[in-house]
């Protein structure tokens, strides 16, 4: 039993964060659209390759659904200082699953194409953008400063969860149903995930310090500002452009790597993919569970860093066994990445400038278009192999940048 005034455990604090009904529902529609997420990016690129047999246009569904981010993340995120989160989600995830149940439709009549897939993948990245600015902030809101490493880092080891059984899924659904199977289960857990967040019942109020709807370009100007000025929060965010720019790309190979260089079948592509996910899930669970005595920006850092390592690495391997090693330790440093993102910008921004903030990280995300972009017209022209280990190399190259002179990464204090 634990004493009165004793910390409390990793473990405890999320037993008790998962008896709040807000955070408990706004944690489950996480989960239900990051199945969504993972599975659909699996399937929608075997049924890419499999009709175009084109590595770029596999890469180019994966820039469609980073653009929502750019275009609407950081737009989501000043609204939402505004107005309740609740109400945009609801109406995201309905329109993902609207979309997806049409591909669905249109693919048993035979009047499917990849051009018919990429618009729902677009409606699907409208549901990721909303997704830091709106359902993150508003976990960290709940769990309060407290419990907030630990809340947001469970989120995070969750989400990547489902990037571990999403793609497992997605291969077997496929390799069993094809894309028909796999998009109706996408349709069915967005709509889970409305329905969660509808039974949520919070109506946040606007942040202090909040101006009326006319300021609204205003507010969005502060925060590149803000982030421009704060050397620490610049680098905060030049971290996950950096991840999602020279990592991310990574996940849009895995079905090129697995059918043209390891020869597997669907399900076995959902293996390899399962294992970067679950990776991540023990990576970014551990953290939450254990809080570890490190500086939080160390483990944000160099969870990056041994990322691009290990990609460096896959690009070298024409064997399962050892590309099945290195993706789960690719996994391993997107957990550490995942788990002390959302903490970080959490508690560097003020806090009437949360929500505009995880809009800038939304919008950072979305900068990971250009690097599917660049992957994929490499993979089109060199081949995937070599596309990997091009974009790995930039990304050591960019995380040594960030890194030098970073002040607050080397500093002993743990803000957290």
């Not at 990592?247 to 079948?265: A, R």
């Not at 505009?356 to 939304?362: I, M, Q, S, T």
């Amino acid at each position: 039993m634990r004493e009165v005034g004793a910390p409390m455990s990793g473990a405890a604090k999320i037993v008790e964060l998962l008896k709040v009904p807000g955070y408990r529902r706004f944690w489950g529609a996480g989960v239900a659209s990051g199945l969504c997420r993972w599975l659909e990016i699996l399937a929608a690129g075997i049924y890419a390759f499999e009709t175009t047999g084109s590595p770029f246009l596999v890469a180019f569904l994966f820039f469609l659904r980073l653009m929502p981010l750019v275009l609407f993340g950081s737009i989501f995120g000043t609204l939402a200082d505004r107005w309740s989160p609740k109400y945009f989600l609801i109406a995201g995830l309905a329109l993902a699953s609207f979309a997806a149940t049409s591909v669905a439709l249109l693919l048993v009549l035979g009047l499917g194409n990849y051009w018919i897939v990429a618009v729902a993948v677009f409606a699907s990245g409208i549901v990721w953008s909303m997704d830091m600015p709106l359902r993150r902030r508003t976990l960290g809101d709940i769990a309060g400063p407290e419990r907030l490493v630990t809340a947001l880092s469970f989120d995070g080891a969750t989400n990547n969860a489902t990037r571990a059984f999403g793609p497992f899924a997605g291969g077997l659904i496929y390799l069993f149903f094809g894309a028909v199977g796999a998009f109706t289960l996408t349709a069915m857990f967005y709509a889970i995930g409305a329905f969660l967040i509808f039974r949520a019942g919070l109506d946040r109020k606007p942040s202090v310090g909040v101006g009326p709807a006319t300021r609204i370009l205003t507010e969005l100007r502060e925060a590149f500002s803000l982030a421009l000025r704060d050397k620490d929060i610049f680098r905060i965010l030049a971290v996950t452009v950096a991840f999602n720019v020279f990592c991310l790309p990574f996940l849009s190979m895995i079905p090129v790597l697995g059918e043209e260089t390891l020869g597997l079948s669907a399900d076995w592509i959902g293996v390899l993919g399962a294992l970067e996910g679950g990776g991540a899930f023990i990576g970014a669970l551990t953290i939450a569970i254990v809080n570890p005595r490190i500086e939080i920006r160390r483990i944000y850092f160099f969870g990056t860093f041994f990322y691009v390592v290990f990609v460096l690495l896959a690009g070298f391997v024409t064997q399962f066994a050892p590309m099945a090693i290195i993706v789960l330790c690719i996994g391993l440093s997107a957990g550490a990445f995942t788990a002390a993102q959302a903490p970080l910008i959490y508690g560097a921004a003020p806090p009437h400038m949360r929500s505009r903030l995880f809009g800038l990280v939304a919008l950072c995300i979305g900068a990971g278009g250009i690097g599917v972009a660049n992957t994929g017209l490499m993979a089109e022209w060199f081949g995937a192999p070599i596309a990997v280990r091009v974009f790995a190399v930039e990304g050591l190259i960019a995380m040594l940048a960030i890194g030098v002179g970073w002040r607050a990464l080397w500093s002993p204090q743990r803000p957290h």
